[in-house]
């Protein structure tokens, strides 16, 4: 996730203008660079694969497929699987650690892998606390620490499952930071200017209307999701966690869609490129394939491209990984 | 309510709401929420598509029980294996799940107050 050199100035990146190569900025806009949910993004962009310009222009490869494939190595998010033998490996691992005397360096060895063993499960829990304005990598590095506390405190005589017992101590570790940042008074500037618009967008409707608008009449008018409009209302609750089934919003932003993807298709009428990257393309829904093109042809940011569609930077964020992640899979699904 | 991902949210808040009428710690509230959600989404993972979410909350005078239910064609025990039951078994209180009868999948949760003074 560090910034690689555009490919810009590269050698052969030629015919494409340097606008491909774009997607090498993902690892700069500060959103992107989260860990949990971007890992396979970033992946992506490093490995070069959909960023090198040069290699999608010749007649052989996309690219290095052996990079590829290390990118599609990478875990997507979120890892759900805890299975037996993560559990009799860390059991394992905290039996030899009870063995140890206190000064052992194989310790700190042991230590280390436990906590690499474990950080599916803390990628998990900090996930669920990533709208309240805290960049994921924060999060993770927060419950890390939590984590390894669990480590250092955990005794195998309790009876009782490691993650089990360390999944209340990596929670609290991240509620204590968001309550030694003042989380009750310290609101994510986002839910702050939704929260402003919905006042302003409620006061307008209830004039146009001559009564209260529903929840949908506000979502259309501020063009957002019905479950934005929703989180603003209810962001006067101190505490919120998002559910990871939280679905994205379906068809809210068609008809925006619709009007301008003839002017982003324009742009692509001088590119070449690859035969399979274009089909691929093609198959993506309409919003999403907006995003993309308005990311990497349009050279907008995630906050530009979240006020042109009416969503969430977040939701522009979220999107984006997902589809390049399909992206990803179809590419190395091709080998 | 329909099984479907777009409610948990009322769920989530529901609980809280709830939680919140027993005293419950802010912390304890959260836990509850995120257990709920992590219940519902190994309940929906199975859920008869189209079919609806059970959901009773049980009040007690220093606890909550929380039950969800769905239907399901072949209802199995929620995955040991799974964060979600790590999450929501260290989260909750106590968590049971029950399959039966017929085709209905729970998972029961049930959360203790702590006496105030407690550690």
Known sequence: ?335 | MPADGAYLSVLRTATAGLAARLDFTLDDIEDMRIAVDEACAMLLSQAVPGSSLECSFTLGPDDMTITVAVQSLNPAPPSADTFAWTVLSALAGSVEAQVGPADRLAVVMRKSRPNPGSV
Do not use: C
Not at chain 1, 107 to 123: F, G, N, Q, W
Not at chain 1, 250 to 275: N, Q, W
């Open chain 1, 1 to 335: 996730m560090k910034s690689a050199a555009p490919a810009r100035g590269r050698p052969g990146a030629d015919d494409t203008d340097g606008t491909l190569p774009a997607v090498l900025e993902l690892s700069e806009d500060n959103d992107l660079s989260d860990a949990g949910e971007l890992g396979d993004a970033a992946g992506l962009s490093d490995a070069g694969g959909l960023g090198d310009a040069a290699d999608l222009s010749d007649a052989g490869e996309l690219g290095d497929a052996a990079d590829l494939s290390d990118a599609a190595d990478l875990t997507p998010p979120p890892r759900v699987q805890h299975g037996a033998r993560e559990r009799s490996r860390a059991r394992d691992l905290f039996e030899r650690l009870s063995g140890l005397p206190p000064d052992d360096p194989e310790r700190l060895r042991i230590r280390s892998e436990l906590v690499e063993l474990h950080l599916p499960l803390v990628e998990y829990l900090a996930r669920r606390f990533r709208n309240r304005g805290e960049w994921l990598d924060d999060l993770t590095q927060v419950a890390t620490i939590g984590l390894i506390k669990s480590i250092d405190r955990f005794d195998l005589d309790r009876g009782v499952e490691f993650s089990t017992y360390a999944t209340p101590t990596i929670v609290g570790e991240i509620k204590r930071h968001f309550r030694d940042k003042g989380w009750a008074v310290r609101v994510p500037r986002r839910l702050q200017e939704l929260k402003l618009a919905l006042a302003k967008a409620i006061g307008e409707l209830a004039q146009n209307l001559g009564r209260a608008p529903t929840v949908a009449e506000l979502a259309g008018h501020l063009q957002m999701s019905e479950e934005e409009v929703l989180e603003g209302l209810e962001s006067a609750n101190a505490y919120s966690t998002v559910s990871l089934d939280a679905p994205d919003s379906g068809d809210d932003d068609a008809p925006a869609v619709a009007e301008s993807l003839g002017m982003v298709d324009d742009a692509l009428e001088g590119v070449e490129y690859r035969e399979s990257l274009k089909p691929l393309l093609e198959q993506l829904p309409p919003r999403e394939k907006r995003i993309l093109l308005l990311r990497f042809f349009g050279n907008m940011t995630q906050s530009q491209i979240a006020t042109e569609l009416g969503i969430s930077q977040m939701h522009v964020s979220r999107l984006l990984a997902r589809t390049l992640a399909q992206l990803r899979d179809g590419l190395t699904s091709e080998d």
